[in-house]
């Protein structure tokens, strides 16, 4: 059987696998993501499956020992107890000043910068910030390279001088002296 046949022949167990997985998870999405894992794990051993067997067996198989590996990954992940009566400094700052508070004022504030950027500036910035390449942007704003570069340069000059209140205070290395 070529590894195509036998693609083709999993995936065409993916209805009764579902079934199957809801039977563990008693949730979709969870069930989708046990589909997924145990179609995937096939799929690459398909080389010790033994042709004349039962595949649907083979695959549940697969599914049940999925199922409980990653069970109890996630009850000996869950089950880490800290030994100390008090918890440390380092981590109660942590958990006290890390929050999404502070990102949301963090996003909005380099929103405010975006928003007050020139569009000769915003829209070659945005682009290239999306992963486009210089010379797609040069060719769908129907300018010269260099000036998508300059603009780029110069939209990241006005960016930092807007959000200069995040600079941590780390030394920058110096290239050279003056």
């Known amino acids: 059987m070529t590894k195509i046949e036998f693609n083709t022949l999993v995936l065409r167990q993916a209805s009764s696998l579902r079934s199957y997985a809801l039977h563990f998870t ?3 999405d969870d069930a989708n993501d046990l589909v997924q894992d145990t179609m ?3 799929i690459t051993y ?3 499956f033994k042709e004349g067997t039962n595949l649907k067996g083979w695959l549940y198989t697969i599914m049940k020992n999925t199922f409980i590996n990653n069970y109890r990954r996630f009850v000996k992940m869950s089950t880490f107890v800290t030994k100390s009566d008090e918890i440390s400094s380092p981590n109660l700052v942590f958990s006290s000043t890390k929050n999404q508070g502070e990102a949301k004022f963090v996003m909005d504030d380099i929103k405010r ?3 007050r950027l020139p ?4 829209v070659p910035f945005t682009m290239y910030f999306e992963g486009h390449k210089y010379h797609e942007i040069a060719d769908h704003l ?3 390279i260099g000036t998508v570069k300059t603009r780029i340069h110069v939209a990241r000059k006005l960016l930092k001088k807007s959000l200069k209140a995040y600079d941590n205070g780390v030394a920058k290395p110096i290239y050279a002296e003056n």
Do not use: E, R, V
Request: net charge negative; glycine share 0%; no cysteine.
């Open 26 to 28: 008693h949730d979709a």
């Open 46 to 48: 398909y080389n010790k």
């Open 40 to 42: 995937l794990k096939a």
């Open 119 to 122: 569009s000769d500036y915003f």
């Open 142 to 144: 129907d300018i010269p």
């Open 113 to 115: 910068a975006l928003d």
